[in-house]
């Protein structure tokens, strides 16, 4: 008895971080046809801070998907010291993932600082930004 096997259209999504914020699907067609997308996520746009007491507003601008133009979700903030370039821990207005284009740090320690961005979307991370211009609280 011989059997027929009928193309089957099956799609699979693998999704995938790569190394500096590159993402990756595949899509599988029937038995051995298919295809790949690879997308990267721009590197995060050097933020400004501009200071109020020891208070610190940080701004960017989106960042996006090469292909596709599809903006990050969400952003992740740094504060750096200005003298050593040791990250510091950030307060809580801009901890986890920020989901808008600005945050502001409330009772940051005076100082001198500098801030970057690292766009976020899911499990993919872009590459961090440049850091900020110095801010002195």
Known sequence: MRRRFLPLLVAVAVAGTLAGGAAAAWT?????GGAA???????????AGAVTGHKVKVTWTASSYTNGGVAAAGYIIKRYNASTGVVQTILSACTGTIVGLTCTESSVPS???QYTVTPATANW???ESPKSAVVTV
Do not use: E
């Not at 599988?28 to 051995?32: A, F, N």
């Not at 997308?37 to 933020?47: F, H, I, Q, R, W």
């Open 28 to 32: 599988l067609h029937g038995s051995g």
């Open 111 to 113: 100082g001198t600082w």
């Open 125 to 127: 991370r872009g590459p």
């Open 37 to 47: 997308l690879a997308k990267t996520l721009s590197a995060g746009n050097a933020p």
